[in-house]
């Protein structure tokens, strides 16, 4: 872990980066040629292009260099370009006809089916590689139970009988795998009896505490002080099972964010969005983070979430995002006849220049007000 340390954190930003996009671009790649959507090219990294891969009609392979490609009829018909970029972070599939319908054998001119699959496919990848590494980090080591460090003598865990070093199993009937999920069931039920239930060594038994609605200041509605427990003796079987639950868990969390954001329970400056910079200081501090506890989890941790992260945005019903192209796919199905392409070209540019101008206000957010403080 150490040698991971000596490596940078920026080194692993980019492979981070990189690898999370190349994954979203193979979905698209593989599922699109699966159904017999023709790609012109795929990408590692982005143009221009350095050099290429090309079966001709012949079946032997022949090198492209450069940005100029050899043209269909050189290559006996449409074939795939398999390209190494001059800018190595991620990647990009270039399917026929993406926006023209006239294409014979293209993207747009698909049965919407086959477009809906093939959008949603980068998505898709994107929850398959989360999965992996989850079931990975579950499998090596991952902080998976809450432990009570503390109770504030006096307080309504103390009169409940709780004690330190008590690991809580469940609250209101939900298993407790972290800190935040206790204290969001504990702040929702402020004067109300909570059913806790508790290992205090090799025994479990249940308990019923009832947050107080005022508490003194640095205490809380519960008076006890936690912290994550890591967990390594999970089976492979048990991975599985936990990773699932933890992608569920994930996207729970994102749709419930913007109503616990209006009710105030979250502070708005916590959950703003990050871009490339500030994703490059959550990557920095997870790497010094594993280096220091000797664990992997941080690092394995960040991926799963980002990968997560991506996936949703991308499917989010914005113009140019695959989200918004699935959108428009499903007005044409509803509509029963296509959208002018130009028109919906034309949103979608709209939509991207959005887009960029976000990333840019983002960004200078990342730099000068930073999440983590340099």
Known sequence: MAALSG????????????????????????????????????????????IG???????????????KAPSRAELGGPRTIYSLNAIPIGGFV??????????????????????????????????????????????????????INSVVPGTPSDLAGLQAEDIILQA?????????????????????????????????????????????????PMGIEMRPDLVTNYTWPQSFVRAGQEIIYQFQVLIELPGRVLRQEVPLEVVRPIGVVGLNDLTREAVVTAAEINQWFPILQLIGLVSVALATTNLLPL???????IVFVLIEA???????????????????VMLLVLMVFITYQDIFNPIIPR
């Open 7 to 50: 490596i940078g954190s920026v080194v692993v930003f980019v492979l981070l980066l990189s690898g999370l996009v190349f994954v979203h671009e193979l979905g698209h790649f593989l599922v699109a040629k699966r159904l017999g959507i023709h790609v012109e090219e795929f990408g590692f990294g982005f143009p221009p292009r350095l």
């Open 53 to 67: 891969l090309v079966r001709g009609a012949n079946g032997k392979w022949r090198w492209v260099f450069g940005t």
């Open 94 to 147: 270039r399917p026929a006809g993406e926006d023209d319908p006239g294409v014979s054998g293209g993207l747009a001119s698909a049965p919407k089916r086959v477009r809906i699959a093939v959008l949603a496919a980068g998505s898709t990848f994107n929850l398959i590689f989360a999965f992996i590494i989850f079931v990975i980090g579950f499998r090596v080591g991952w902080p998976d139970r809450v432990v």
């Open 172 to 220: 209101d009937g939900v298993d407790i795998h972290y800190t935040s999920q206790l204290s969001d069931i504990t702040y929702r039920h402020l004067g109300q009896p909570v059913s806790i239930e508790i290992q205090r060594g090799d025994l479990a038994q249940t308990l019923t505490v009832t947050p107080r609605q005022t508490w003194p200041e640095g205490e809380g």
């Open 319 to 325: 113009p140019a995002l695959d989200g918004g192209r």
């Open 334 to 352: 509803i509509r029963g006849r296509r959208l002018d392409p130009a028109r919906e070209g034309m949103v979608h540019l709209v939509g991207m």
